[in-house]
């Protein structure tokens, strides 16, 4: 196995404030890291420092052995799948279009987008026939979440990105999605990062947890070994498992 | 209503919407793309709109004065009208421009960026399309008010329906005011009207 991206002593800094500290972490091939921590912890940071919306203070982000710094920055984000929460669909483009965007920027042929269209819908479970002419707002919530995760889809990219992508949704329907996520990972056994603060998430979705606590990575591990971790931090997340109504 | 004043109230009108047009054609070329600079540039913000205010607070008769002795674009006659009308023109297309692709959800913006957008595909596809109703929002309002101020254009020999309504003022005959008013009047509805219809196609997508 190889690294596909690689931090190395990464650092994040805005004015005098240290957002992200000497983030060291490789992510290989077909695996699935969660970045886990509370709000301000740095873990969006660190995943936008994959695609290059954000670039390193100081030390640098290897993508496919290259740095974020010498990519293009258009075509290193085109590489990368990006998901965001549901209100990152372009409202004025119907789902078709907001699936096929980027191969239509990649000037791929209308036959081939309509296609690759198609059969994206048709993976995340909507029916393209029955919604391919919508706009984003005629469908629910965790609708828009899956046209998210089929437009991130579109162009084949090495890498998914996921920022918070169900946090915005309801228990139901997040569990819905969650487990799409674990089928079509079995299915595409693509490489993806996924930020979230929901330890159960972090739990069910990831091959390995990534803890940052403060802009400082605290715990790296397996699900399994994640759960006897002894640090303050992680135990602070466990507990958010354990608590029953009685113990209040 | 004798002939000659139909045939008169055609020709004025004729030469009130040309004015108007010419102005707004003028007016949207330069405070669309100011508006869009605006956004990229903030430091540059109070001046544009601070420039645009003011020349919106002068009292249009006097704007119309003042650029009488000003040289190349000033003078008697229909340039110098048609600059005045531009520089009244402009605040509310320049705001509206601004408001609407700054209001541009910042998510939306960002994951245009993320899926690998130039700034160029960002704007022409993204933040233009989704600021487009408020643009022509002030399009519309700019337009709307273009046509009422044209009226005074003729006090400086730019003709168009105030000709009837200065003369009208200055023969104390009503008949020659209402002959400049009421068609300035309707072209005004009609514009708001049409522009108005437009806006709404617009919001359809």
Same mark, same amino acid.
């Not at chain 2, 990229?40 to 919106?56: E, T």
């Not at chain 2, 109703?133 to 700019?142: E, H, K, S, T, Y």
């Not at chain 2, 709307?144 to 105030?162: E, K, Y």
């Given at each position: 196995m190889s690294a596909i991206v690689e931090f190395r002593e990464a650092s994040y800094r805005i004015g005098t404030r240290d957002i992200l500290r000497g983030l060291t972490l490789s992510i290989e091939a077909g695996e699935t890291l969660v970045l886990l921590g509370r709000s301000g912890s740095g873990k969006t940071t660190a995943l936008k420092m994959v695609n290059g919306l954000l670039l390193p203070s100081s030390g640098e982000v290897l993508v496919d052995g290259k740095s974020t710094t010498a990519w293009d920055p258009v075509r290193l984000k085109r590489r990368i799948g990006y998901v965001i929460q549901e209100i990152g669909l372009f409202p004025h483009y119907t789902i078709a279009e907001n699936v096929g965007l980027v191969p239509r920027l990649e000037g791929w042929e209308e036959t081939r987008i309509r296609e690759r269209v198609h059969t994206l819908l048709g993976r995340v479970g909507l029916d393209p026939e029955q919604f391919g002419d919508r706009y984003p707002r005629q469908l629910s919530g965790g609708q828009r979440q899956r046209v998210g995760v089929a437009r991130a889809l579109a162009a084949d990219p090495s890498v998914l990105l996921f920022d918070e992508p169900f946090g915005a949704v309801d228990p139901v329907t997040r569990l819905d999605l969650q487990k799409q996520f674990l089928a079509l990972r079995s299915e595409l056994g693509k490489t993806s990062i996924f930020v979230t603060h929901d330890v159960r998430e972090a739990l069910m979705l990831a091959t390995r947890i990534a803890l940052l606590h403060d802009g400082v990575l605290e715990v790296i591990a397996p699900p399994a070994e994640f759960m006897e971790n002894a640090c303050t931090e992680a135990r602070a997340f466990l507990a958010c498992l354990d608590w029953k109504a009685e113990t209040v | 209503m004798n002939p000659s004043l139909a045939s008169e109230i055609a020709a004025l009108s004729l030469e009130h919407l040309t004015l108007v047009l010419i102005s707004m054609i003028i007016a949207i070329a330069m405070?669309?793309?100011?508006?869009?600079?605006?956004?990229?540039?903030?430091?540059?913000?109070?001046?544009?709109?601070?420039?645009?205010?003011?020349?919106?607070?002068?009292?249009?008769?006097?704007?119309?004065?003042?650029?009488?002795p000003v040289p190349l674009i000033g003078g008697i006659g229909k340039r110098t009208a048609v600059v005045a009308l531009v520089l009244y023109a402009l605040l509310p297309i320049l705001r509206n421009t601004m408001v609407g692709i700054l209001g541009v959800d910042p998510a939306v913006r960002e994951s245009a960026v993320a899926m690998g957008m130039t700034g160029r595909q960002l704007l022409w596809r993204v933040e233009i399309?989704?600021?487009?109703?408020?643009?022509?929002?002030?399009?519309?309002?700019?337009?709307?008010?273009?046509?009422?101020? =044209?009226?005074?254009? +003729?006090?400086?020999?730019? %003709? &168009? @329906? /105030?000709?009837?309504?200065? $003369?009208?003022? #200055?023969?104390?005959?009503?008949?020659?005011?209402?002959?400049?008013?009421?068609? =300035?009047?309707?072209? +005004?509805?009609?514009?708001? %009207? &049409? @522009? /108005?219809?437009?806006?709404? $196609?617009?919001? #359809?997508?």
């Open positions: - | 405070a669309v793309p100011a508006g869009i600079l605006i956004t990229r540039r903030a430091r540059w913000r109070p001046w544009v709109i601070g420039f645009a205010n003011v020349m919106q607070t002068i009292p249009s008769l006097a704007l119309f004065g003042f650029l009488i399309p989704l600021a487009a109703r408020m643009i022509l929002a002030g399009i519309r309002v700019a337009t709307v008010t273009t046509i009422g101020t =044209a009226t005074i254009a +003729a006090a400086i020999g730019g %003709g &168009g @329906l /105030g000709v009837f309504i200065f $003369r009208g003022i #200055a023969s104390v005959d009503s008949t020659q005011i209402l002959a400049g008013a009421v068609p =300035a009047a309707c072209i +005004a509805l009609l514009a708001d %009207g &049409g @522009l /108005g219809w437009v806006e709404r $196609r617009w919001s #359809a997508g």
